[in-house]
């Protein structure tokens, strides 16, 4: 059995972590599955998908582990800290297969594509889950640096093709301020300009026509393959499934039918830029 045993990357997710821990803790004791199932009061094979990272630990299971374990609060911390990770699970993975894509396809919800934001914008959308709360300097620092760092692979060679489709909302909302905002849409005219990339807008008038309720990235790899990634507010997920893939990229497909062509983009973002501008 130990011959087949799946080695977990702590690093990979909050949950690889925990379950690698889990694991070590486990065979140090030299306990099985079933016995430590015993002791915690659930099944084996609950625990077995602990460690494998195909469960998510709940606060109750973590409590139990230090309960059996007698290590204070390892487990309750551990759980702890995977809530408030600055990232989602699945998006380290993601930032891999960006880095080494050939083509990317963006499109985000109300907000300008985060690989086209500029340094401003970048720190005025972070600074707000912190303002309200919701999320620590730090997580924002470690999401802006991040971001910055996805920012300067596009510009590797060669270059990745980048097409962009930017919602006529995230144009219109003052992220930042006027001067910020003003910043921002130059921006995007001098991105547009470039002739690896496509930025096209899609109006209001598309209305229910517009696909997509949630924020959507498709890269293309240098075998041709498709991978793709969404986030919901609690959650981002890396896609592989073809089918899924293959509905994702034809309603891309209806996105780029609805939205304007590229001069009539880079026209409405000059035209918006101007009144920002002018405050």
């Not at 905002?181 to 008038?205: D, I, K, W, Y």
Request: neutral net charge.
């Amino acid at each position: 059995m130990a011959l087949n045993k799946k080695e977990l990357d702590p690093e990979a997710s909050a949950v690889s972590e925990f379950g690698a821990l889990l694991r070590m803790s486990r065979e140090q004791r030299g306990w099985t599955q079933e016995q430590l199932a015993e002791l915690v009061g659930c099944t084996s094979s609950y625990i077995s998908a602990l460690e494998h990272g195909r469960r998510k630990p709940s606060q109750q299971i973590a409590t139990a582990l230090d309960r059996a374990f007698g290590s204070g609060e390892q487990f309750l911390r551990e759980w702890s800290a995977s809530g408030q990770r600055a990232l989602f699970e699945g998006f380290d993975e993601y930032v891999r297969s960006e880095a080494r894509a050939t083509a990317l396809r963006l499109f985000e919800i109300n907000i300008v594509p985060s690989l086209l934001q500029t340094p401003d914008y970048v720190r005025a959308y972070q600074a707000a889950p912190v303002l309200r709360g919701i999320a620590t300097q730090q997580q924002a620092d470690k999401r802006t640096e991040l971001l910055f760092r996805r920012q300067q692979a596009l510009i590797r060679d060669p270059a990745p093709f980048v097409h962009a489709v930017i919602d006529e909302g995230a144009l219109r909302r003052p992220i930042g301020g006027h001067e910020v905002m003003a910043g921002q849409l130059r921006n995007l005219e001098t991105l547009a300009a470039r002739p690896r990339f496509l930025l096209q807008v899609v109006p209001f008038s598309a209305a229910e026509a517009r696909p997509f309720a949630h924020p959507i990235t498709l890269l293309t790899m240098a075998n041709r393959s498709i991978v793709g990634y969404s986030e919901t507010e609690r959650r981002g997920f890396l896609e592989r499934d073809p089918k899924t893939l293959a509905d994702w990229t034809s309603e891309y497909d209806h996105l780029q039918g609805e939205a304007l062509p590229r001069a009539a983009t880079i026209e409405f973002i000059r035209e918006l830029r101007k009144g920002f501008d002018h405050g």
